[in-house]
């Protein structure tokens, strides 16, 4: 079947109208012709669906992606709708005003990224973590922040632009092999920056790079998931643009395996989990995270899939190859069976016997059944679940976390009955996770002497606020992208058309405040980088859902199906 000229694709993106009546012409009936300015939210569910499925697209020649399938061999609606389905890249470039929900909060967003661009000898290297004049104290919201830059990365891979994205993580490759000492000890070869600062010389005419692995930072902690989330972009760079040549260099090779290195060394562990630090992620300072937290596992897992399908087949990489399947399968076992809450597993634990010897134990790590807190029975509904927020001898941390969540959605860390579960406890708890402003960092807050307690009585970590149950804008580009991989648009719109009722008039912050998200955070930094890129993400996923196959994965052949105890589903 012939493919439309691309005057007549970019005509059918630049007007709904016109495209709603191209639909109906072709059969599908029931969709009302909207203005190109309406919200998305006037759109029926059905609406939507219809025409993400039906959208006319250009036909680019691009390298296949390393996935086995390419999307040419799947249809759009058997990737909204199913998370069996792969993505592939036939998609056409939009520029700012190619949208075809062009809401007046979109260009604007794009004018303040753009002015967020770090240059280092005249390319542009990164993102600023924040653009804000009223602020007083810059600290170290000037520099570049390596999981800060990854949806502004992911919005110019969207729009066509991705030689920043290539810079950048050619840069933090060179960066990367930087000595790297915190007083007199020396960190691993493998790690990543958190962030860099690019200093300019006016007189000498020169640029120079100072980066930070964690020796300034608040904590004195490295960051855990700056490698990760390198290795993440660098596949999504990978599938946007369909150039293999990149991640093929061998100082990515080398990079890959240093960071691997890291992360598959051999220790005393007994779990296949990674052990971590409190603040070595998106939650940088003390919250009680320490041990096996489910956002760096998520991550991990998710770096180590993007890992195999990069990885040359030379006797290194083969090396390499062999441990990550092996870790990967250990690990959605591990994190599938007890990391998984549901009504039926809370209620289990709830009436677990203690103290229980040899392998035959069903209380394996020994949790207390009166540590669980009272707020969990309630928040637990019948058709819903979640995985937890840690899990290690004698503690679980029932406290759910949205990034850790969303990324074991994307990642297929969670299986399909998970996934679907953990969008049902999102619409169940709509009120708590999401309220006001979307979405959680994490539910509930610490209060009282349980936050002194874990917190050390942090200032900035109060109740309600910043990492202690503070809402995030940035997280709606993983609930957006969570959405429409299982199938649950009307998630992401909902949640869409609160942030656009107030990010742009608000500047942008960073978080807000309150149970339910209605306070600009007391802290916050205004003009933040990733709130707005965050935002764009979000609406170009919704606008061309190939798109979320960039940070989209599915199960691998090599992992092998393992039974859960237990899963929520109707």
Not at 239 to 257: F, I, N, V
Not at 342 to 357: A, C, G, P, S, V
Not at 428 to 435: I, S
């Amino acid at each position: 079947m012939d493919r439309p000229k691309k005057r007549v694709v970019l005509r059918a993106v630049n007007s709904m109208s016109s495209l709603a009546t191209s639909v109906e012409e072709n059969g599908v009936k029931g969709i009302r012709a909207v203005n190109s300015l309406s919200s998305i939210s006037e759109l029926e569910d059905s609406d939507l669906l219809a025409l993400l499925v039906d959208r006319p697209r250009l036909k680019l020649e691009r390298k296949n992606s390393y996935d086995e399938k390419s999307f040419s061999e799947l249809s759009l609606y058997d990737s909204v709708h199913s998370l069996d389905g792969r993505f592939g890249w036939e998609t056409p470039t939009f520029s700012i005003n190619d949208s075809f929900d062009p809401h007046p909060m979109v260009k604007k967003a794009w004018e303040a990224l753009f002015r967020s661009q770090v240059y280092f000898r005249g390319q542009p290297v990164g993102t600023i973590a924040a653009y804000d004049h009223a602020s007083e104290e810059v600290l170290n919201y000037d520099q570049v922040f390596v999981r800060d830059f990854v949806p502004s990365a992911l919005a110019f891979l969207m729009n066509g632009e991705p030689e920043i994205v290539k810079n950048f993580l050619l840069k933090t490759l060179q960066i990367q092999g930087h000595e790297k000492k915190i007083d007199r000890f020396k960190l691993g070869d493998g790690a990543m920056p958190a962030s860099f600062k690019v200093l300019h010389n006016p007189i000498k005419k020169t640029d120079s790079i100072i980066a930070d692995f964690g020796e300034s930072a608040i904590g004195r902690v490295a960051p855990v998931d700056s490698g990760f989330w390198w290795i993440i972009l660098l596949r999504a760079y990978t599938k946007s643009t369909g150039d293999h040549s990149l991640a093929e260099r061998p100082e990515c090779q080398k990079g890959m395996r240093l960071i691997l290195s890291l992360c598959l060394s051999e220790g005393f562990d007994t779990f296949p989990t990674l052990l971590c630090a409190d603040g070595c992620s998106m939650i940088d300072r003390r919250m009680g995270v320490y041990g096996y937290p489910i956002e760096i596992q998520a991550l991990f897992f998710m770096a180590l899939q993007s890992a195999h399908s990069m990885l040359k087949q030379d006797t290194e990489g083969k090396e390499f190859m062999d441990k990550i399947v092996k870790r990967l399968n250990a690990m959605s076992f591990h994190m599938r069976s007890y990391f998984w809450l549901d009504f039926q597993q809370l209620n289990d634990i709830y009436r677990y016997k203690t103290e229980e010897y040899s392998h035959t134990a069903v209380n394996k790590f020994n949790v207390i059944p009166d540590s669980i807190p009272d707020w969990v029975f309630d928040f637990m509904p019948l058709q819903g679940g979640y995985f937890v927020g840690n899990v290690s001898p004698a503690r679980m941390d029932f406290r759910w976390f949205a990034l850790g969540n969303c990324i074991a959605i994307l990642s297929s860390l969670a299986t399909p009955e998970q996934a679907m579960a953990i969008m049902d406890l999102i619409e169940a708890r709509w009120d708590e996770l999401v309220g006001e402003m979307p979405l959680k960092i994490c539910y509930p807050a610490l209060e009282s002497h349980e936050w002194r307690i874990v917190t050390g009585c942090d200032p900035k970590n109060t109740r309600w606020s910043y990492h202690n149950g503070g809402s995030w804008p940035v997280l709606l580009w993983l609930l957006t992208a969570a959405s429409i991989k299982t199938g649950r648009p009307q998630i992401a719109r909902r949640a869409i058309d609160l942030a656009e009722a107030r990010l742009l008039k608000d500047g942008w912050p960073e978080y807000y405040d309150g149970k339910s998200g209605r306070f600009i955070g007391k802290q916050a930094r205004k003009f933040q980088t990733w709130s707005i890129a965050g935002y764009l993400v979000a609406k170009m996923m919704m606008e061309d859902p190939t798109h979320v196959g960039m940070i989209s994965m599915e199960e691998e052949k090599h992992m092998k199906p393992v039974l859960n105890r237990s899963f929520s589903w109707s």
